[in-house]
């Protein structure tokens, strides 16, 4: 049985504020007293509460450039608040069941979106408009679908892990600054290979337990791939000649899930430009 993800993430959302604000349950109703001795607020977290009128009104005020949310209720109604100010360059939300409002289009200034672990199953049609994200993290959700106008020039990281994709959306073809996909614990087609390799930038790609039964190898036509990331799929037909195709690749595989003969193993002891990664007992061959 496979383990959830346990990768380390290259591009990860860490805040780069250091003016932080943070209100949880047991400090909620005290918000005003404690907002009196805070100046020049950029980052505001919130946890395991419910977002009333006065607390969101109080928020506003403050106008952050980072909010975070975490198991918060009334979600929606703060993005449609902050859409009004649009003072916030980065939100993360954790645990949260919501859906994005059409007003979230007026939130141009986002660079960072992260949405983990909500109920979230579809994106609005006018997502496009957040023109200046660079980062978009929509991770154990329950997205089927991109918008059809997916069109991010500037988009550089794209993880759309732990959700119900059938094959990889042909919208990806619209994002020609991408490096990093990760696009694990969804299925992968055969053919995806095509859609990826339009991605000629991308250096890192993650398809961690995707029911993949062939290897990827016209991956290798990727002239900056770094990393690529396999674990927990069932693939059995690695070749020295398929993995001979790639240069200076970082290979991740799950021993219990691939058979490499003895053959295939000395050439790949041979080739110093690939390294081969074992999760299992943490070895390099």
Not at 179 to 184: C, H, I, L, P
């Amino acid at each position: 049985m496979c383990d959830s993800i346990g990768f380390e993430e290259i591009y990860s959302y860490n805040t780069i504020y250091s003016r932080r604000l943070r209100i949880r349950k047991e400090n909620v109703n005290d918000l005003e007293n404690i907002l009196k001795d805070k100046k020049n607020i950029e980052s505001v977290s919130l946890s395991d509460i419910t977002l009333d009128e006065k607390i969101v009104d109080l928020i506003l005020k403050l106008k952050p450039k980072e909010v975070i949310l975490e198991n918060v209720k009334g979600v929606t109604d703060i993005i449609q608040k902050l859409s009004n100010i649009n003072t916030v360059s980065a939100l993360k939300i954790v645990h949260s069941s919501f859906y994005i409002p059409d007003e979230i289009a007026k939130m141009t200034n986002l660079v960072r979106l992260e949405i983990s672990d909500c109920s979230l199953d579809r994106l609005p049609d006018n997502f496009y408009k957040l023109h200046k994200l660079k980062y978009l993290k929509i991770s154990g959700c329950k997205l089927k679908y991109l918008p059809e106008n997916f069109a991010f020039k500037n988009l550089r990281v794209l993880d759309i892990s732990l959700n119900m994709f059938n094959g990889i959306p042909a919208e990806i073809q619209q994002l020609p600054n991408l490096e990093y996909f990760n696009f694990s614990n969804n299925f992968y087609y055969t053919n995806d290979d095509s859609l990826l390799v339009k991605n000629k930038k991308l250096r890192y790609v993650y398809l961690h337990q995707c029911g993949i039964e062939k290897f990827p190898k016209n991956l290798a036509l990727l002239p900056d791939l770094a990393i690529l990331w396999l674990k927990c799929n069932k693939i059995d037909d690695i070749t020295e000649e398929m993995i001979g195709k790639f240069q200076n690749l970082r290979l991740y595989l799950g021993s219990e899930t691939y058979q490499l003969n003895e053959q295939v193993l000395e050439a790949l002891k041979q080739n110093t430009s690939i390294k081969i990664f074992s999760l299992e007992d943490k070895t390099r061959w």
